[in-house]
């Protein structure tokens, strides 16, 4: 309060006006009320001092008061109507759900803590309709964290942030069917509508899917989720970032999820897509996607820790019936993988299909790949389907005997698949990362030997390297806004 007393102080008796933050969190681009504005996601630009929404400019400039703010500003109820965060903590007490199609804003610097006191466990859940815009910088990320002090904070202290958008899924119930005689079909105005685990199925609020695949569930860019993954409801952790039924319009740029009790970031249907992402010391998995996921990803980096982690990617289409459509296909490349000697690289499985290209697959001790049918014929869907290629693996176990009894694969052979000439593999070549620590890591590599790789079909297409970072670079996309915390 009393830095907020000199800052209104300091306004008074000056031709202009200058944001003034939290010491540790200031945001020197400006937030609202500061020197430069947020531009939106469209067309909006940032006025004098204003910060803009995705459509429209954004107005305000030297007159504009800072906001008077407690030491945490407490939320405990439904965001309802358009909201902007602009002091420096706001603390999460139970489930926060942002609803009536309001947009949530959230400025540069902010930190967003869970309540680890109360009888419910804190998340942020924007629900279908509504957005959340939570933009950072480089050097004033958003941070998403445990409301526990420094070094009391440990995975799960609080559930994490979800987004629930309008974009086609492949499994759930069918809403307003347009031919209700077609028992095992939606068909036409009708789709197909989820809903979030850990949510009671009688709350509306937990809802997603649509047939809109440019549904706009927000955008968060240049944010951390840390300490995240506690249960909603018994046995139903929530991811670090739950993507759930999100379309294209949606924007997720330089994202890192840490130390999360379940997996880092989960898609369940859509197409949205992300880029610039860290996925580190995640409990279960780093990257799942299921129920049609039909995103685009480059950049991304899954780090698992030593003593926890399953899968660094677990993919799926759908269990009950691995063609049910439409089926998860998403694109991805350059991404750096690195492992454990108990976790496993891939598990491709349930129908999922994917074209990966441009992977390091490194220190994954179970094996490297493992794909999984029972219904569709791998042989046939490899590699026209689902492919990977152009990528590195080093230092991986054996692939596992799935002969007799322990063929959940029809016989295909991911050793050979990984290892044919057409696929332009290369096996047993070290990248040579600068340092693999698990509070201060190097992700850059030093072989000149993953450079002409494949050239991305999107994103970035000068990007013809394996990995997420082009071999001794000096432009490392994490710097700044990411951190690595052991509690």
């Given at each position: 309060m009393i830095r907020n007393l000199i800052c209104i102080l300091a306004l008074s008796i000056s031709l202009f006006a200058v944001g003034c933050g939290d010491d540790d969190n200031g945001d020197e681009n400006g937030g609202t009320g500061g020197t430069n504005g947020s531009a939106g996601k469209d067309e909006g630009k940032s006025g004098d001092g204003g910060s803009a929404g995705k459509d429209d400019a954004g107005s305000g400039g030297s007159d504009i008061e800072p906001p008077d703010c407690d030491d945490e500003e407490i939320i405990d109820e439904d965001i309802s109507q358009d909201t902007t965060w602009e002091c420096p903590v706001y603390l999460l007490q139970g489930?926060?759900?942002?609803?009536?199609?309001?947009?949530?804003?959230?400025?540069?610097?902010?930190?967003?803590?869970?309540?680890?006191?109360?009888?419910?466990?804190?998340?942020?859940?924007?629900?279908?309709?509504?957005?959340?815009?939570?933009?950072?910088?480089?050097?004033?990320?958003?941070?998403?964290?445990?409301?526990?002090?420094?070094?009391?904070?440990?995975?799960?202290?609080?559930?994490?942030?979800?987004?629930?958008?309008?974009?086609?899924?492949?499994?759930?119930?069918?809403?307003?069917?347009?031919?209700?005689?077609?028992?095992?079909?939606?068909?036409?105005?009708?789709?197909?509508?989820?809903?979030?685990?850990?949510?009671?199925?009688?709350?509306?609020?937990?809802?997603?899917?649509?047939?809109?695949?440019?549904?706009?569930?927000?955008?968060?860019?240049?944010?951390r989720i840390e300490f995240a993954g506690a249960e909603l409801s018994p046995d139903n952790e929530l991811n670090g970032l739950t993507v759930a039924g999100c379309g294209d319009q949606t924007e997720l740029s330089h994202i890192q999820?840490?130390?999360?009790?379940?997996?880092?970031?989960?898609?369940?249907?859509?197409?949205?897509?992300?880029?610039?992402?860290?996925?580190?010391?995640?409990?279960?998995?780093?990257?799942?996607?299921?129920?049609?996921?039909?995103?685009?990803?480059?950049?991304?980096?899954?780090?698992?820790?030593?003593?926890?982690?399953?899968?660094?990617?677990?993919?799926?289409?759908?269990?009950?019936?691995?063609?049910?459509?439409?089926?998860?296909?998403?694109?991805?490349?350059?991404?750096?993988?690195?492992?454990?000697?108990?976790?496993?690289?891939?598990?491709?499985?349930?129908?999922?299909?994917?074209?990966?290209?441009?992977?390091?697959?490194?220190?994954?001790?179970?094996?490297?790949?493992?794909?999984?049918?029972?219904?569709?014929?791998?042989?046939?869907?490899?590699?026209?389907?689902?492919?990977?290629?152009?990528?590195?693996?080093?230092?991986?176990?054996?692939?596992?005997?799935?002969?007799?009894?322990?063929?959940d694969d029809g016989g295909f052979s991911e050793e050979e698949a990984i290892e044919a000439s057409a696929r332009s593999n290369t096996i047993g070549i070290d990248p040579e990362f600068g340092s693999l620590s698990e509070t201060s890591p190097d992700y850059i590599p030093a072989n000149e030997e993953l450079s002409d790789q494949a050239v991305p079909g999107f994103g970035d297409k000068t990007a013809t390297y394996a990995g997420a970072f082009e071999p001794n670079s000096s432009d490392d996309w994490t710097e700044g806004w990411t951190a690595f915390p052991e509690n």
């Open positions: 489930k926060i759900y942002v609803v009536d199609d309001a947009v949530l804003t959230i400025e540069p610097g902010v930190q967003v803590l869970g309540d680890t006191s109360g009888t419910e466990e804190a998340a942020l859940i924007v629900t279908r309709g509504a957005r959340l815009e939570a933009i950072g910088t480089a050097d004033d990320p958003i941070v998403f964290s445990s409301g526990n002090p420094e070094g009391a904070r440990s995975t799960g202290d609080w559930a994490g942030v979800a987004l629930l958008g309008s974009a086609s899924i492949n499994s759930g119930s069918c809403i307003e069917d347009g031919d209700t005689s077609t028992a095992d079909t939606c068909e036409q105005p009708g789709f197909i509508e989820g809903r979030l685990e850990g949510i009671d199925v009688a709350d509306d609020r937990g809802r997603f899917g649509g047939s809109d695949d440019e549904s706009d569930c927000g955008s968060l860019k240049y944010a999820v840490h130390r999360g009790k379940d997996d880092g970031i989960e898609f369940f249907g859509g197409n949205a897509g992300m880029d610039h992402v860290v996925i580190s010391g995640a409990s279960d998995d780093g990257l799942d996607w299921d129920l049609g996921w039909q995103g685009e990803v480059q950049f991304l980096v899954i780090h698992q820790f030593a003593g926890t982690g399953d899968n660094a990617i677990e993919a799926d289409n759908l269990g009950a019936d691995e063609d049910a459509q439409p089926r998860s296909n998403p694109t991805i490349s350059n991404v750096t993988m690195i492992g454990t000697p108990d976790t496993r690289g891939m598990l491709l499985r349930e129908g999922t299909r994917g074209r990966l290209r441009n992977f390091i697959v490194y220190g994954f001790g179970s094996e490297a790949v493992d794909l999984a049918a029972a219904e569709v014929d791998l042989n046939s869907e490899w590699p026209g389907e689902l492919s990977i290629e152009n990528s590195f693996f080093f230092d991986n176990g054996d692939y596992a005997d799935e002969s007799g009894e322990e063929d």
